[in-house]
């Protein structure tokens, strides 16, 4: 475990509800490939402000990253109305195939 990793854990065991370490700490989880402890960290930041955009697009990575894609993608979606949203480009283009696809329901067989 790394100096910056145990430092953000003990200062989030003294304050935690700091919300700018919580994402820091669930940033890091999510990049060393952490994914479930990663979302668990977004979630409970979203508790803190549902509205946190950032925090809406780092769980969507995590959905995403754990084969959860229609839930990332939901998740995504919403992230684009909410303060702090910024773009994620494999989230985007996820988003651009799905809404380009028509569903299955639209077919049907005819004999």
């Known amino acids: 475990m790394d100096d910056s990793r145990e430092a953000?854990?003990?200062?989030?065991?003294?304050?935690?509800?700091d919300a700018?370490?919580?994402?820091?700490?669930a940033a890091l989880l999510l990049e060393a490939g952490e994914v479930?402890?990663?979302?668990a960290q977004y979630e409970l930041l979203l508790?803190?402000?549902p509205d946190d955009g950032a925090a809406s697009v780092g769980a969507a990575r995590a959905l995403l990253a754990l084969g959860r894609d229609?839930?990332?993608l939901t998740r995504y979606e919403a992230a684009r109305r909410l303060d702090g949203?910024?773009?994620?480009?494999?989230?985007?283009?996820?988003?651009?195939?799905?809404?380009?696809?028509?569903?299955?329901?639209?077919f049907s067989v005819v004999e």
């Open 8 to 17: 953000l854990e003990r200062a989030l065991l003294a304050d935690p509800f």
């Open 20 to 25: 700018a370490r919580r994402a820091r700490y």
């Open 36 to 39: 479930a402890p990663a979302l």
């Open 47 to 49: 508790r803190q402000a």
């Open 70 to 72: 229609g839930e990332a």
């Open 85 to 106: 949203f910024e773009p994620d480009p494999t989230l985007e283009q996820r988003a651009a195939a799905a809404r380009r696809a028509e569903p299955a329901s639209r």
